[in-house]
């Protein structure tokens, strides 16, 4: 808020840096320094170094704090446009779209990655999940099965040989989708398991414990659609 005070005031009174073209350079110029300062806070080594030490909801949180600053300078944009244009002082008439194209990149990465280290939240859950039943054995086997598949898919991910915050890299929204494929592949066999190992136990204390041992993954709309 205190930055769109200040530029609001140059808008104001001065003589040089009142006209949309200026304006419009210098609010980019700060959505560069915000994603680059985002950066330096998370980066993808960074992230990828929580994982291995098991501190991925570190990793969570930074990143949730990362793309809350950048939703909350666009907010803080409109909402100062709205003040500029009603203190009669010509208004900021600027498209949106190309003052926040390189911003609303940088926060889609965070949703991505976001996303990434939320389902290794999830997953990892799986270690500690043991079925009952007459079938329990043979369904826990299948669970470990795919826990030891998403975890070749998390290292294959890891592979990449660039920062996956910075958002000139391209090559990430295809090694992202190899990600998601699989991981919605192993949500489908999860589901699976789910619904047969629900099938097989035959009272409400088994089924309310199965239910446990799935809690966070039940967030999931693949797994939430199967329980449904």
């Not at 419009?24 to 929580?50: E, H």
């Not at 629900?198 to 797994?223: A, M, S």
């Amino acid at each position: 808020e205190p930055i769109f005070h200040h530029i609001l005031l140059i808008w104001k009174y001065s003589k040089f840096y009142n006209t949309p073209a200026r304006l419009g350079i210098l609010i980019r110029m700060i959505c560069n320094a915000i994603i680059s300062q985002a950066q330096r806070y998370v980066s993808g080594p960074m992230i990828f170094a929580a994982i291995a030490n098991d501190e991925t909801a570190d990793a969570v949180a930074k990143l949730e704090k990362a793309l809350s600053v950048c939703n909350e300078f666009r907010e803080k944009y409109f909402v100062f446009k709205d003040i500029a244009e009603q203190q009669g002082s010509g208004g900021w008439k600027i498209q949106s779209a190309t003052l926040f194209a390189r911003l609303d990149v940088f926060r889609e990465r965070c949703r991505d990655i976001l996303d990434f280290t939320r389902t290794i939240v999830q997953y990892f859950k799986l270690e500690r999940v043991e079925i009952g039943g007459t079938k329990g054995k043979q369904l826990s086997t299948q669970v470990v099965a795919v826990f030891e598949e998403f975890k070749a898919a998390v290292a294959t991910f890891q592979e990449v040989q660039y920062d996956i915050m910075h958002v000139e890299e391209q090559q990430f929204d295809e090694d992202f989708y190899k990600f998601r494929c699989s991981v919605k592949e192993l949500d489908r066999r999860l589901a699976t398991i789910m619904s047969a190992s629900f099938d097989d136990l035959d009272n409400l204390q088994g089924r309310l414990k199965l239910l446990d041992n799935f809690e966070g993954l039940l967030e999931r709309p693949i797994l939430q659609d199967e329980l449904e």
